[in-house]
């Protein structure tokens, strides 16, 4: 059993699933867009969350929806830090940033978040894992790809290169016990809803590279494709992602709706852990 330490919080990977909370203060995400820009909003809504049994909450400042377009690094800190800055009044839960941009990230850690979600895998801004290392908190891995969704061996393919961003982590000085990877389902992260489904299947082979797994595929597009739903009816293939998550291995998934997977979670680890 490995632990890590996420501010004040020691998490026992292995004895259950953790909880990531999201809280978009953007104008334009897939899902909730608009609904949190306000501060006083994006707090009642993180204690909401904490309230319904998230671990962490995730604030990120820029969409990563198919399509969107990107904001500057002085926009994304205006919209992230007053709200981290509110949120670690107030919560009793860790806190992290959702950026691949090291100066937003260096603020969000100074106005207290505890971890580092980079949707580019350290891969993006050079000075990333150092900032990381040097802080000495946790970073969540994720693989993306300019190149886009065109792979030679998907899952090998992924595996390569999500290989390549935690040799990075390590020259860096990131320590293995501070490192969590994500496959980073969605066609924003270079996966058709064919590869995201092909994904799902394989999850336990990114176990095997040996960091705690995080899963985000709340209300994504492939199980809007599957289902044929809009994007706010697809909690129940959200739940079923979540379950079939949690059979392969996952550790943490990253959700909309706390309390709807907080339960999934809680039966699934009673039945499989």
């Keep these: 059993m490995k632990c890590m330490n996420i501010g004040k919080s020691t998490w026992e990977w292995g004895t259950r699933t953790y909880i990531m909370g999201i809280l978009n203060v953007t104008p334009d995400s897939f899902s909730d867009g608009g609904k949190y820009t306000d501060i006083d909003a994006a707090v009642k809504h993180a204690l909401h969350m904490q309230a319904e049994g998230a671990d962490i909450i995730d604030v990120g400042g820029e969409s990563t929806r198919p399509g969107s377009v990107p904001v500057t690094e002085e926009e994304e800190k205006r919209r992230v830090i007053p709200v981290i800055e509110e949120l670690v009044k107030v919560l009793d839960i860790p806190i ?13 850690l100074k106005a207290g978040a505890s971890m580092i979600n980079d949707v580019w895998g350290l891969k993006y801004d050079p000075e990333m894992a150092s900032l990381a290392a040097d802080r000495g908190v946790c970073v969540c891995i994720m ?30 000085g990131i320590k293995d016990e501070k490192i969590i990877i994500d496959p980073g389902i969605g066609l924003g992260f270079a996966k058709t809803s064919e590869h995201n489904l092909m994904i799902m299947r394989n999850l336990d082979r990114f176990k095997k590279l040996g960091y705690p797994l995080l899963l985000a595929a709340s209300r994504k597009r492939f199980i809007g494709e599957v289902l044929g739903l809009d994007v706010n009816d697809r909690i129940e293939g959200t739940l079923a992602v979540t379950a079939a998550g949690i059979m392969k291995g996952v550790d943490m998934v990253r959700v909309h709706d706390v309390l709807e997977n907080k339960r999934v979670a809680k039966m699934m680890d009673s039945m499989v852990r």
């Design 143 to 172: 693989h993306n790809r300019s190149k886009g969704p065109v792979y030679d061996n998907l899952i090998e393919d992924m595996i390569a290169e999500l290989s390549e961003s935690i040799e990075i982590a390590k020259k860096s």
């Design 96 to 108: 992290s940033v959702d950026t691949y941009r090291a100066g937003t990230a260096e603020l969000a």
